[in-house]
């Protein structure tokens, strides 16, 4: 699913925070929004998932022009389509590992519903292997997020948005973040990924400086 920002800018209580935004982020890679604090990366990251209206120009969604969509299409491309891993990540904590990952539970139990095989594989991956049954709550900081990236995983969403994946990791866990994005990427998925790390940078396949002159093209990050 290709997305696309075409002059996008935003003001935020009379201030620029993005000016003439054109960046195009495809299938199968890994595009990087990166700048300085305050550049705009979040802010960009939040209009190409529809989370935030640009003040002016648009964002296209595999060539579907996304400027007069209502709330109720918005929110079935979140569910059909996008998995988001935000530094808030939305972690249930009084809930199981488990449910977090599927969110899908019983209607008149807890009992955790969804493809177990599915959710186990996906906490592997993220490096949560055999914590299925505790309470979200027990985990760490890195863990919660390592936690909701095994959700989008599970999820296999065609766009993965986040912000900022590696802030709180260790380096053997950023690089578990990190391959597992490029894993994500490498399956078909786009990914969209705001950082000021160069680690998750070299990795990426596509780096868009926020808040550069706005003729600046995305460029292949070399090899």
């Known amino acids: 699913m290709e997305l696309t920002a075409e002059g996008v800018r935003v003001v935020i209580d009379g201030v620029p925070v993005l000016d003439g935004v054109d960046v195009t982020c495809a299938p199968g890679r890994v595009t990087v929004l990166v700048g300085p604090s305050g550049s705009g990366k979040t802010t960009l990251l939040n209009c190409l998932g529809l989370l935030q209206t640009p003040t002016a120009g648009r964002v296209v969604v595999d060539g579907r022009d996304t400027t007069t ?77 390592r936690l909701a990236i095994a959700r989008a995983v599970y999820k296999d969403a065609r766009v993965l948005y986040v912000d900022e994946p590696t802030a709180s990791l260790d380096d053997a866990n950023r690089r578990t973040v990190i391959d597992l994005l490029v894993e994500r990427a490498r399956a078909g998925c786009t990914v969209v990924v705001a950082t000021h790390d160069d680690d998750v940078m070299t990795a990426a396949d596509v780096r868009y400086e926020v808040g550069a002159h706005r003729d600046a093209a995305s460029r292949a990050v070399p090899a």
């Open 69 to 145: 969509w209502r709330s109720g299409r918005r929110r079935r491309f979140w569910r059909d389509h996008a998995a988001f891993v935000l530094q808030d990540t939305g972690i249930m904590d009084e809930e199981s590992v488990a449910l977090n990952v599927t969110m899908r539970a019983g209607v008149l139990t807890n009992r955790v519903r969804g493809n177990r095989s599915r959710m186990l594989d996906a906490l592997d991956r993220a490096g949560l292997v055999g914590r299925q049954d505790e309470r979200a709550a027990h985990l760490s900081g890195g863990e919660k997020h």
